[in-house]
């Protein structure tokens, strides 16, 4: 697929058009300005990937969280710079995915990796991470430590899911521990440190730690499911990527209990486009999809019961419908 076929491919995303709209604004301009370096390459490459259209979920949930805990104009700016914070980290952590995984494609386009190389790539990795933590660094010692944990979490989930690559004996608990960590922990430290800087009581703080931790792991499942039911123009990427890269998706993992075929093909070094298919075809048919499904409505459930503890607000019903989107991606 060319560059220009590729860049008009967009996913198929969840439409955040909230009442946070401002602040989301207030986002991108910081997210701008954080992006500017000294050296220009870093600034065009940061920009390359964090200004293409990522879908800023967990930017929203922050600041929808912030604003259901009663948070006031009083210290918008801290929830703004937050928002900042979580999103840098994680397209910090999209560069150095993409070198690991030798990523040719990102959001529809060419990856960083594929532009601009490998040393470029990592190194501007590590410039958005400084970037966050220097957002982070004039808040007290409490919230600091949610953000640290939260990077270190990302870097454990990502060796984790190095050891079971290829790996057919990974199991259930496994893959949950991967995403845990690899996906959900920004969201949980987003949605924690939102409720905290509104001034939520503690019992708050964890109920909005929880819906974050399983808004995440919602988020994750229905990216795994689309990305074996999707097409390639709903995505903006091959079909497949996971099986290629040997990582180990939902359906992939759910599926390898029953069937002897899928298990031979995910230990297999690499695989043929002609496999990568036969593959798709089998998970598509199996029960695996339905079930990775369930589980996504599971975990939706749950974050929308920890929702719950906050008052009825506009801002609430907003989260709520931010979940709805999240699992209608795949209903």
Same mark, same amino acid.
């Given at each position: 697929?060319? $560059?220009?076929?590729? /860049?008009? /491919?967009?996913? +198929?995303?969840?439409?955040?058009?909230?009442s946070v709209a401002t602040e989301l604004e207030r986002v991108e301009d910081r997210l701008r300005a954080a992006?500017?370096?000294? *050296?220009?390459?870093?600034?065009?490459?940061?920009?390359?990937?964090?200004?293409?259209?990522? +879908?800023?979920v967990r930017p929203a949930v922050a600041l929808l969280v912030y604003r259901a805990?009663?948070?006031?104009?009083?210290?918008?700016?801290?929830?703004?710079?937050? #928002?900042?914070?979580?999103?840098?980290?994680?397209?910090?952590?999209?560069?150095?995915?993409?070198?690991? &995984?030798?990523?040719?494609?990102?959001?529809?386009?060419?990856?960083?990796? =594929? %532009?601009?190389?490998?040393a470029e790539t990592l190194v501007a990795g &590590? @410039?958005? @991470?400084?970037?966050?933590?220097?957002?982070? #660094? %004039?808040?007290?010692? =409490?919230?600091i430590h949610w953000a640290v944990q939260a990077c270190i979490a990302l870097t454990e989930g990502e060796i984790m899911q190095g050891r079971f690559r290829r790996n057919p004996q990974v199991t259930l608990d496994d893959y949950f521990e991967i995403v845990s960590? +690899?996906?959900? $922990?920004? @969201?949980?430290?987003?949605?924690?440190?939102?409720?905290?800087?509104?001034? /939520?009581?503690?019992?708050?703080?964890?109920?909005?730690?929880?819906a974050g931790e399983h808004v995440g792991l919602t988020f994750q499942i229905i990216d795994d499911v689309i990305d074996v039911t999707g097409t390639e123009a709903e995505i903006g990427k091959p079909v497949g990527i996971d099986l290629r890269d040997g990582n180990p998706s939902l359906p992939v993992v759910l599926a390898l209990r029953d069937d002897a075929e899928? =298990?031979?093909?995910? *230990? +297999?070094?690499?695989?043929s486009d002609g496999e990568v298919g036969a593959m798709l075809g089998r998970l598509r048919r199996s029960p695996a999809i339905?079930?990775? %499904?369930?589980?996504?409505?599971?975990? #939706?459930? #749950? $974050? =929308?019961e920890a929702l719950l503890r906050v008052p009825e607000s506009s801002f609430r019903t907003q989260l709520l419908g931010l979940v709805e989107q999240l699992v209608e991606r795949v209903s």
């Open positions: 697929m060319n $560059s220009a076929r590729a /860049a008009s /491919a967009r996913p +198929k995303q969840p439409e955040i058009s909230f992006l500017t370096s000294r *050296e220009a390459l870093l600034t065009e490459i940061s920009n390359y990937l964090v200004l293409s259209g990522g +879908k800023r805990c009663g948070g006031s104009d009083g210290r918008l700016g801290d929830i703004v710079d937050v #928002a900042v914070a979580l999103e840098l980290i994680h397209s910090a952590s999209l560069l150095h995915d993409d070198i690991i &995984d030798g990523s040719t494609f990102r959001r529809g386009r060419d990856s960083a990796l =594929r %532009r601009f190389g490998l &590590d @410039f958005l @991470f400084g970037q966050a933590y220097h957002l982070c #660094a %004039r808040f007290d010692e =409490r919230l960590r +690899k996906t959900a $922990s920004l @969201f949980q430290a987003g949605a924690r440190t939102a409720a905290y800087l509104a001034g /939520a009581g503690e019992p708050v703080i964890e109920a909005m730690a929880a899928i =298990r031979t093909l995910f *230990e +297999k070094p690499s695989l339905e079930q990775a %499904r369930r589980l996504a409505h599971e975990h #939706a459930g #749950a $974050s =929308r």
